[in-house]
C-alpha cells in the first residue's frame, strides 16, 4: 500500500499544535497567548517589570527585549507583547538581547535610591534580583538622582515612595483596570512622571493592597506591615481566606510565631492573586491584645480566667442539666459559619449526634434558606463570568464579597458579559450592568415577575420597554442568577419568592448564591442547619454511614436562629451556645437577641473574643482563630480548599473540633475525633458530596475541589408574600452591610478599625431637602406601625446621598455605634419616619 | 543660477492679507474642488489622491492614497484626524497654512472625510497657536453657516462635522497614536505597535485616518487639478511641491515652497529667491535636513535633491521639512546638546530607555559644556545612546515603543562622529582644570 | 476656590457636545479653567471629573502632562523665549539673558509684581524668524534686546492689553455650530459602538 492511500484512509490527523523556538529549544504554545507566557510555560523566564499577567501588557519598562527572526531579519521585540506565531524563532540569550536588557537595568537603576537595606521589598525585589544577577557592576551615572518627598500616605493603608517607583504603571493599571478605582495616576512627564493621588481624594480604593503586592520594587508599602520582618525571616504556608465566602487562596506569612502579612495567590477559578484590604489586613485581629487566650467562667457576675478542665467541666454540666432539664431540645447551638468545615462537622455531630438537638443554626437570620443551595441548580464564579447574562438578585458584591465584585467587573469590562441588576439602590457593580431596574424594598420578586411577563407591570418604575429588553436578554444565551439577602429590613421570602420564579421561567439558568459568612456554605453542608443532616441529607432519612458513625439522630426538626432567639427569649432555651457568634451584633432583630441571650437558662460561647454577646456568656471557651488551626473551607461557589495553621494559637485557645470532642466526653460520648484526621475521615465517609475531597486532590488541586452534591435540584418553593402599601410620608428602609464595620475582623485590626463609615441614614438628596435638613445632622427616626409595639426610634446622622432612589432609605448595618439595628425587628418590610430633633 | 519652480499648490493665498476669509477664499476659486469631490464617488476621490502619489508632509513620508487604502473594509464609526501639533524644533509650515488660509485646510478635510467616509473629523492644533485656533475657529463658523461643513454639505446629502480642538503643550502628542490618545483627554504617551497605523484601530478604537496639516491642504488642488497634474511636478519618487523652512545661518531665513527632487539643498540655502546664502559669506558645517530627529548633513550633501529615497539612503530624512543651517562658528557640542535636552524634556515618560536615557544624555553633555567632562564621557554617551537604539544605526532601531527616544541619539551620533576634536576640546580644558585645581 | 462659572458651564457642555465621548473635551475644558481662574484650580478639576465621568486623578493625569497649564498662580503675562536650535544659533540665549537682567528673575520666575512670567520654552514654530517670543502665545520675532525692552515697556503700561488678553486666555474666537447645522453622526454612531 502506498503513503497517500493509508493518509487517505486515516481520519485527518489534527493539525500540530502550534510551536516555536526559544533559544534551540522546541516549546509548543497556545495560540495567540504572548510570548512572555509562553516563554515562561516552557521554562525560559524572561523578566519583565510591568508585566503581570492579569493585566493588559502596557510594554513600558522594555525589559522583556527578545530577539525575533521577522521576515526582515532579526529584531528586538518586548515579549509582553508579542503574540506567539508558529514557527517564531526566539533569543533571549544573544548579544544584543542581553545588552538590551541590561541597558534597561541600568536605565532603571539611575534614579533608584538603592535603599535595599532599609526596603521592605529588599529580598524579595524584583529589581534587586535582576540587578545581583544581570546588572551593572559600578554605576556609571555620576550625577544627583531624582529627589521626592520620602513616602507618602496615599491612604489609611497604603505608602508610597515616589524615588523607588520604576514606573511600571502595575499599580495604576490595576486601580483603573482591575479595581475600577483610578485615584492613584501618572502624572506629569518624561523624567518627572510621578504616581499620585489627587488632594483630597485618597487612594481608597477597598483593593489598595494588592497594588503593595504587585509593585516589582518597594515604592509602595502597607502600613500595616512596613519594617515589620524581612523577607528571608518570613515563613509561608497556602491557606484560603475566611474572612468572606469567595474563599480567595493566600499565603499566609509569619515570622516568630507571628502573623505579618497575607498575599495573594493566583487562583484561576477564585481570585486571580487579588485580595480585598480587609481579607488582606484583618491578620491583625489574630495578634489582637484583646484575643482570648484562655477560657472564662462566670463567678459572682464577673467573667474570671479558669483552667480548660474547669471551664469544659462547667460547660460540660450546663448542657447536662439542660437535657436533665428540659429534653435536647433545650439546647440549641447558633453559629459555625467562621470555623473550618471540620469545626462544623464535629460540632453537628455534638448537637444532633450527642445531644439530640435539631436546633442548630449556623445562618444569624441575615442569610436565605438553605433551599437555595439545595433546591436550584449551582453555577460558580467561571461560569458566572461566562454567561451571557448574569442578574443580580444580591447585596452589594463589592461591599460584600469583593473580589466576587472584582470578577464580575471584569467579566462585564472585559469580556462583555451583560449584567441585570434588579436593586432599591445603587451598588458598587451598577457602573458596569447592561441594565439596572430599581425597585422599592419588597417588590423585588414583583418586578422578577414584571420581567417574566407573568406579574403587574405597572407595580414597578421600570418602563414596558426596559422589563421587555431585560426579558429578551434572559432569552439571549446562558444565564446565570447571583442571588443573596440584598436587605436586613426586607424578609427572605421576597429573594426566595423572586428566584424561584426565575428559576421556573428560565429552564437553563443555574445560581450562585452568595451567602457571606467565610465558611457558611461548608458548615451548613456539614450539617449546622435545621431539619437537616451532614450532606443536606433529610433528618428522617439518615444514611448508612451517618447511621454507622452517630449514635443518634434527633426526634424532630428543630429550630433557625430567629426561632431559636424567639425561643429563648421566651424561656424555652435552657443552655444557648453561640459558636463565633454574635447575634447582638449580627442578628437583624437586635433587641430580639438582647431579650434571647438575658432569657436563655445559660449561654455558653466559643469564641475569639469578648464580644457584645459573649460577654454575656456563663462559660466562654476561647477558640484558636485564623493562620492557628488547619482544616478544610467550602466558598460560596461550594470549592473546598485547605486552611493552614502557620502559627500556634494564642494562650491556650483551642481549635472548635477539639472543643466538640472534649464537651462530647464530658457528656459522657466519645466524638471519636483526637487528630484532626479522625473528623476529616468521618466527614467524608459521611458526606457524600466531600467523598472525592481527600488530600491527595486538594494537594493537586489547591485551588480547591468543588463539593458535589445536589447540583440539579430545582425544588426551593418560593412564597408569595405581598408587601404592605407604602405610606406617602414614610421612607421605606433597606439595611445592608459594608465592608468595614464593626465586626471582628475590622474592629479589632488597628488599621483599619477606622475606616468603617460610621452609622447613618442615607436618603436621595431631594428626600433630606425636602426635609429639610442638612447632610450630617442628627434626627429622629421611627418605624411607621400600626401596632404600637413595633413603633421603635433611633437616633442617627442623616447623610444624603444620590446612591439612594427616592422614598427610599439606606442604613448600613452593624457600624460602630449603630442604632439601626433598633428599629429592625423582622417584618417584611420596615417603613420609617425621620424626624427633626 | 537658475532654480526650478513650480505653481503654488500651498501658498498661493499668503500674500494677501484677507487671504484667511471665507469671502477671500470665495473669490479665489475655494470650495470648488469640494463640489467637484461630492460629485465624484468617494472611491474616485481616493483614486486621485492615490495617482497624485503624495507622501505625507508630517515627517513619515508614507503614501497618503496607500494609507488610506488601509482603512479596513466595512468597520464604521471611522474618524479623520488633522495633526496640526506642529513642534519638531525647525519646523515651520503647518502654522502658516493653518493661520492664512484655514479654509484652503477645511476644503481638504472635508473632501478626506468624503473620500473614507467619515463620520466625524477633528482638527487638533498645537496648544501654543493662539492665531491659528482663532483663524480656525473663525473659518469654520464661516464654513459651517455657508454649508461647506456639518450638516448636508452644499446640498449633496453628504454630513460631516469638524471638531476644533488643541493640545497644551507637548511635542510627543505629534505622534498620532499619542494625538488620538490626546484626543480621548488622555495622557499624550504613544500606543504600543501593532496596529502600525491608527487606519485600523484609531480613536476609540475605531478606524482613523492621522494626515497632517500640510498634507490635507494639498487635497483641494489635486482634486481641482487632478492627481496626474499632482504627480508630474516634482520627481517621480517625490511628487508634487512641498513647504520647507529654512533656519539658521542663511541670510533669508524663510518658509519656502518647491518642488520636490528638482531642488537641492544648495539651492534652498543660496539661490537669492530662498536662502539668499549663508550669513556673512560662511561656509555651511552642518545642516539638520528634516526636523532635529534626522541624522545631520555636511558640506557633502549639499548637492543633494530634496528627493525621499536620495535622502534616505544617505542615512537621514527629509522628516518635516525642517532644515536648519549651522555655519562654520557653530559649536557643535552646545548644538547637540540642545537638542538632546529637548528630546528629553519631550520624553513622554513611557519607555525606560527614553526616559531615563534622555535625561542622562542631556546631563552628561550639561556637565561636559559646563567644564565638568571626565576622559570616558564620550563612550558613555555613545554607550547610553547604543542602550536606546542599538546600533546607532539609520533608520534607527529602537528599544522604545516610539522614535521619540532614538531621535535624541541622532544629535549624538551626528556631532560626535564628525566632531569628535570639539567634544575632546571640552574635556581638555575640564581635565586642564582639574590638575590646577589640584595644585 | 471656584469650579466653572455658570457661563463657562454652559460652554463646557457645548464644547463637551462636540465630541463623541466626554472625555475627549478634557483639554479644552482644562483651557477653560485656566482662562476663567487664571492658573487651573482643584475645585476646576473636581468640577470637570464630574463633568467628564472620570476622578478627579485622572484629570489631573491628563492636565499635569501638558506645560500649557499650570496649577499655581503666575504672571499676567507669560513671556516665553524659544531657545531652541534654530533660535540659539541667532542668539537665543542673549536674549534669554537680558529678559532676566531686565525683569530682575530668572526663567520660569515671575516678576514680584505678578505682572510677567518669563519661560524658557522649546521651539514654538517660527524658527525662519529667530529669535522669537510668545507672549501669552502671541508671537514677537526676531526680537532684540531694544525690542524685548519695548514689549516690556508696553505690558507694563497696558498698551497691548487688547491685543493680549491675560494669561489663560488662548483664542478669542471659540468654534460655534448653530445645531441645525451640526451633523452629530459621529457621537451617535459610536454611542452605538459603545452600548455594545
Ligand atoms: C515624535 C514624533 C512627533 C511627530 N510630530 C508630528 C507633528 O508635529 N505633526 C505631524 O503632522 N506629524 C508628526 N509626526 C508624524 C505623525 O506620527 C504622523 O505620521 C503624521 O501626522 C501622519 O500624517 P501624514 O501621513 O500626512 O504625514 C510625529 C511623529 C513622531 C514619531
Ligand atoms: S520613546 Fe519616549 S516619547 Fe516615545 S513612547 Fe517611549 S517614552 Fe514616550
Ligand atoms: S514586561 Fe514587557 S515591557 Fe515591561
Redesign the interface.
Known amino acids: 500500500m502506498s503513503d497517500a492511500l493509508v493518509d487517505a484512509e486515516a481520519p485527518a490527523a489534527p493539525p500540530p499544535p502550534p510551536s516555536i523556538t526559544i533559544d534551540g529549544r522546541r516549546i509548543e504554545v497556545k495560540p495567540g497567548e504572548l510570548l512572555i507566557a509562553a516563554a515562561e510555560r516552557g521554562g525560559t523566564y524572561i523578566p519583565r517589570f510591568c508585566y503581570h499577567p492579569r493585566m493588559e501588557?502596557?510594554?513600558?519598562?522594555?525589559?522583556c527585549?527578545v530577539q525575533v527572526d521577522g521576515p526582515r531579519g532579526p529584531?528586538?521585540v518586548v515579549s509582553c507583547?508579542q503574540p506567539v506565531a508558529d514557527g517564531m524563532v526566539v533569543s533571549t540569550e544573544a548579544p544584543?538581547v542581553k545588552?538590551?536588557q541590561e541597558?534597561?537595568l541600568?536605565?532603571?537603576l539611575?534614579?533608584h535610591p538603592l535603599d535595599c537595606p532599609v526596603c521592605d521589598k529588599g529580598g524579595e525585589c524584583p529589581l534587586q534580583d535582576q540587578t545581583i544577577s544581570n546588572g551593572p557592576g559600578e554605576s556609571?551615572?555620576?550625577?544627583e538622582k531624582r529627589h521626592y518627598e520620602k513616602p507618602i500616605a496615599i491612604s489609611e493603608l497604603v505608602q508610597l515612595d515616589r524615588e523607588r517607583c520604576?514606573?511600571c504603571d502595575r499599580c495604576t493599571r490595576f486601580a483603573k483596570d482591575v479595581a475600577g478605582?483610578?485615584?492613584?495616576?501618572?502624572?506629569?512627564?518624561?523624567?518627572?512622571?510621578q504616581v499620585?493621588?489627587?488632594?483630597?481624594?485618597p487612594f481608597a480604593s477597598y483593593f489598595s493592597g494588592n497594588t503593595v503586592q504587585i509593585c516589582p520594587v518597594g515604592a509602595l508599602t502597607a502600613s500595616p506591615y512596613r519594617f515589620k520582618a524581612r523577607p528571608w525571616d518570613l515563613e509561608e504556608v497556602e491557606s484560603t481566606c475566611t474572612s468572606c465566602s469567595v474563599g480567595c487562596r493566600v499565603t499566609v506569612q509569619s515570622s516568630r510565631n507571628q502573623l505579618l502579612r497575607y498575599q495573594g495567590v493566583d487562583s484561576d477559578p477564585v481570585n486571580w492573586g487579588w485580595l480585598c484590604d480587609k481579607g488582606r489586613f484583618d491578620f491583625e485581629a489574630v495578634n489582637s491584645d484583646s484575643r482570648l487566650g484562655s477560657p472564662r467562667l462566670r463567678r459572682g457576675g464577673e467573667l474570671v480566667e479558669v483552667g480548660w478542665s474547669e471551664a469544659l467541666d462547667a460547660a460540660g454540666a450546663l448542657i447536662a442539666r439542660a437535657i436533665e432539664q428540659g429534653g435536647p431540645t433545650s439546647v440549641a447551638v447558633i453559629g459555625g459559619a467562621r470555623g473550618t468545615n471540620e469545626d462544623a462537622y464535629a460540632w453537628a455531630k455534638l448537637a444532633k449526634g450527642v445531644i439530640g438537638t435539631d436546633h442548630v443554626d449556623a445562618q444569624l437570620g441575615d442569610g436565605l434558606p438553605v433551599g437555595v443551595l439545595t433546591g436550584l441548580p449551582q453555577a460558580t464564579i467561571d461560569e458566572a463570568c461566562q454567561a451571557t447574562t448574569v442578574v443580580l438578585l444580591a447585596p452589594d458584591l463589592k461591599e460584600e464579597l469583593p473580589v466576587l465584585y472584582l470578577r464580575l467587573r471584569d467579566a462585564a469590562e472585559h469580556r462583555?458579559v451583560?449584567i441585570v441588576e434588579l436593586s432599591s439602590m445603587a451598588s458598587g457593580l451598577t457602573p458596569y450592568t447592561?441594565a439596572t431596574l430599581r425597585h422599592r424594598p419588597g417588590e423585588q420578586s414583583a418586578l422578577v415577575r414584571a420581567i417574566l411577563g407573568n406579574g403587574d407591570k405597572n407595580v414597578v418604575g421600570a418602563s414596558g420597554e426596559q422589563l421587555d429588553a431585560v426579558r429578551a436578554q434572559l432569552d439571549a444565551g446562558p444565564v446565570v442568577v447571583v442571588v443573596g439577602r440584598t436587605s436586613l429590613a426586607e424578609s427572605p421570602d421576597f429573594a426566595v419568592d423572586a428566584t424561584s420564579a426565575l428559576r421556573d421561567a428560565l429552564p437553563n439558568a443555574t445560581f450562585l448564591p452568595v451567602l457571606r459568612r467565610g465558611n457558611v456554605r461548608g458548615a451548613l453542608l456539614a450539617g449546622l442547619t435545621p431539619g437537616l443532616l451532614p450532606g443536606f441529607t433529610a433528618r428522617v432519612e439518615p444514611s448508612a454511614a451517618l447511621t454507622a458513625a452517630w449514635s443518634t439522630v434527633p426526634d424532630d426538626d428543630g429550630l433557625d436562629t430567629t426561632a431559636i432567639l424567639e425561643a429563648a427569649a421566651a424561656g424555652r432555651i435552657r443552655c444557648l451556645i453561640l459558636l463565633g457568634a454574635d447575634p447582638a451584633s449580627d442578628h437583624p432583630n437586635r433587641e430580639l437577641a438582647r431579650r434571647a441571650l438575658a432569657g436563655a437558662g445559660s449561654v455558653i460561647a466559643i469564641d475569639t473574643f469578648l464580644t457584645a454577646s459573649s460577654q454575656h456568656a456563663d462559660v466562654v471557651l476561647a477558640a484558636a482563630g485564623y493562620g492557628e488551626k488547619s482544616g478544610t473551607t467550602t466558598n460560596l461557589e461550594g470549592r473546598v480548599s485547605a486552611v493552614s495553621a502557620k502559627v500556634s494559637p494564642i494562650g491556650t485557645a483551642r481549635s472548635d473540633w477539639a472543643i466538640a470532642a472534649d464537651l462530647a466526653e464530658r457528656l459522657g460520648a466519645d466524638l471519636g475525633f483526637d487528630e484532626l484526621v479522625d473528623v476529616q475521615t468521618e466527614l467524608r465517609a459521611v458526606v457524600a458530596a466531600l467523598a472525592h475531597v481527600t488530600d491527595e486532590a486538594l494537594v493537586s488541586a489547591p485551588d480547591g475541589v468543588l463539593a458535589g452534591g445536589p447540583a440539579t435540584s430545582r425544588t426551593l418553593q418560593g412564597k408569595h408574600v405581598e408587601p404592605p402599601l407604602a405610606n406617602a410620608y414614610a421612607y421605606r428602609l433597606t439595611v445592608s452591610r459594608t465592608l468595614y464595620d464593626a465586626g471582628l475582623g475590622v474592629a479589632r485590626s488597628h488599621s483599619l478599625a477606622g475606616l468603617a463609615r460610621g452609622s447613618a441614614l442615607h436618603l436621595h438628596p431631594t428626600d433630606a431637602e425636602r426635609l429639610g435638613v442638612a447632610s450630617g445632622t442628627e434626627v429622629k427616626v421611627v418605624v411607621v406601625a400600626d401596632d404600637p409595639d413595633r413603633v421603635r426610634t433611633a437616633v442617627m446622622t442623616l447623610v444624603a446621598d444620590a446612591d439612594v432612589a427616592r422614598g427610599v432609605a439606606w442604613a448600613p448595618f452593624n457600624q460602630p455605634g449603630d442604632t439601626v439595628g433598633d428599629l429592625l425587628d423582622g417584618s417584611v418590610v420596615v417603613d420609617v419616619r425621620v424626624e427633626t430633633l | 543660477m537658475a532654480v526650478s519652480t513650480g505653481p503654488k499648490i500651498l501658498t498661493s493665498r499668503f500674500e494677501l492679507s484677507d487671504g484667511h476669509t471665507i469671502d477671500r477664499y470665495l473669490a479665489t476659486g475655494g470650495y470648488r474642488a469640494l463640489a467637484k469631490a461630492l460629485a465624484m464617488a468617494p472611491d474616485a476621490v481616493t483614486a486621485q489622491v492615490k495617482a497624485s502619489e503624495m507622501q505625507g508632509r508630517g515627517g513619515a513620508g508614507f503614501p497618503t492614497g496607500t494609507k488610506w487604502g488601509f482603512l479596513p473594509p466595512g468597520v464604521f464609526p471611522r474618524y479623520v484626524v488633522v495633526n496640526g501639533d506642529e513642534s519638531e524644533p525647525g519646523t515651520y509650515k503647518d502654522r502658516l497654512l493653518m493661520e492664512r488660509d484655514p479654509h484652503q485646510l477645511i476644503e481638504g478635510i472635508v473632501i478626506c472625510a468624503y473620500a473614507v467616509g467619515a463620520a466625524q473629523a477633528f482638527l487638533y492644533v498645537r496648544g501654543e497657536m493662539a492665531l491659528a485656533q482663532e483663524r480656525l475657529a473663525q473659518a469654520l463658523n464661516d464654513a459651517y453657516a455657508k454649508g461647506y461643513v456639518g450638516h448636508d454639505i452644499m446640498g449633496s446629502g453628504f454630513s460631516v462635522d469638524i471638531t476644533l480642538t488643541w493640545g497644551a503643550g507637548?511635542y510627543i502628542v505629534g505622534e498620532e497614536t499619542a494625538l488620538i490618545e490626546s484626543l480621548e483627554g488622555n495622557?499624550g504617551m504613544p500606543r504600543?505597535k501593532p496596529p502600525y497605523f491608527p487606519a485600523s484601530k484609531g480613536l476609540y478604537l475605531q478606524p482613523t485616518i492621522v494626515n497632517n496639516v500640510e498634507t490635507v491642504s494639498n487635497l483641494p488642488w489635486i482634486i481641482n487639478e487632478g492627481g496626474d497634474a499632482f504627480a508630474s511636478l516634482g520627481v517621480p519618487t517625490s511628487t508634487g511641491m512641498r513647504l520647507f523652512a529654512v533656519s539658521g545661518h542663511v541670510n533669508r531665513p524663510g518658509v519656502y515652497e518647491v518642488p520636490q527632487g528638482l531642488t537641492t539643498f544648495r539651492d534652498l540655502f543660496e539661490a537669492p529667491e530662498y536662502g539668499g546664502g549663508i550669513r556673512g559669506g560662511r561656509k555651511v558645517k552642518a545642516f539638520i535636513p528634516g526636523g532635529v530627529s534626522a541624522m545631520w548633513f555636511f558640506e557633502e550633501h549639499l548637492d543633494m535633491p530634496l528627493d525621499k529615497p536620495t535622502v534616505d539612503k544617505a542615512g537621514s530624512m527629509l522628516g518635516s521639512g525642517a532644515i536648519v543651517v549651522m555655519d562654520d562658528t557653530t559649536d557643535m557640542v552646545k548644538a547637540a546638546w540642545r537638542v538632546v535636552r529637548f528630546f528629553?524634556?519631550?520624553?513622554?515618560?513611557?519607555?525606560?530607555?527614553c526616559?531615563?536615557?534622555?535625561?542622562?544624555l542631556e546631563?552628561i553633555l550639561d556637565?561636559i559644556i559646563a567644564g565638568d567632562g571626565?576622559p570616558?564621557d564620550l563612550e558613555?554617551l555613545l554607550d547610553?545612546s547604543?542602550?536606546?537604539s542599538?546600533g546607532l544605526a539609520w533608520p534607527p532601531?529602537q528599544?522604545?515603543?516610539c522614535p521619540l527616544g532614538p531621535s535624541a541619539v541622532s544629535p549624538i551620533v551626528s556631532a560626535l562622529k564628525r566632531f569628535r576634536p570639539e567634544f575632546e576640546a571640552y574635556l581638555a580644558k575640564a581635565a586642564q582644570h582639574r590638575e590646577s585645581a589640584h595644585v | 476656590m471656584p469650579r466653572l462659572s455658570d457661563a463657562n458651564l454652559t460652554l463646557a457642555k457645548e464644547i463637551i457636545g462636540r465630541f463623541p465621548r466626554p472625555k475627549s473635551a478634557l483639554i479644552p475644558l482644562l483651557h477653560l479653567a485656566q482662562e476663567q481662574d487664571g492658573y487651573v484650580t482643584?475645585d476646576a478639576?473636581?468640577h470637570l471629573a464630574e463633568l467628564v465621568g472620570?476622578?478627579?486623578?485622572?484629570?489631573?493625569?491628563t492636565a499635569?502632562?501638558?506645560e500649557m497649564f499650570h496649577f499655581e498662580p503666575s504672571g499676567r503675562f507669560h513671556i516665553n523665549v524659544c531657545t531652541n536650535i534654530s533660535c540659539q544659533l541667532v542668539g537665543a540665549w542673549e536674549l534669554l539673558e537680558h529678559a532676566e537682567k531686565r525683569l530682575g528673575i530668572t526663567a520660569g520666575g515671575t516678576t514680584t509684581d505678578g505682572l510677567i512670567t518669563l519661560e524658557d520654552v522649546e521651539c514654538i514654530a517660527a524658527c525662519t524668524e529667530a529669535p522669537c517670543l510668545q507672549v501669552n502665545y502671541r508671537y514677537r520675532y526676531q526680537v532684540t534686546p531694544a525690542d524685548f525692552d519695548a514689549l516690556v515697556d508696553d505690558l507694563v503700561a497696558g498698551r497691548l492689553d487688547r491685543e493680549i488678553p491675560p494669561f489663560g486666555t488662548l483664542a478669542k474666537v471659540r468654534q460655534h455650530v448653530p445645531v441645525e447645522r451640526w451633523a452629530g453622526i459621529g457621537t451617535e454612531a459610536q454611542a452605538q459602538v459603545d452600548a455594545?
Open positions: 501588557p502596557v510594554g513600558m519598562c522594555r525589559m527585549l529584531a528586538l507583547m544584543n545588552k538590551a541597558g534597561v541600568e536605565f532603571l539611575v534614579n556609571r551615572f555620576v550625577e520604576i514606573l478605582d483610578p485615584l492613584i495616576h501618572f502624572t506629569n512627564r518624561g523624567g518627572n512622571t499620585e493621588t489627587f488632594p483630597n481624594h462583555r451583560r447592561w | 507637548a495622557r504600543l528629553a524634556r519631550e520624553s513622554c515618560g513611557k519607555c525606560t530607555p526616559r531615563e536615557g534622555t535625561t542622562w546631563r556637565r571626565r570616558d558613555l547610553v547604543d542602550n536606546i542599538p532601531r528599544t522604545t515603543i | 482643584t478639576m473636581e472620570v476622578t478627579a486623578a485622572e484629570v489631573y493625569g499635569s502632562f501638558y455594545r
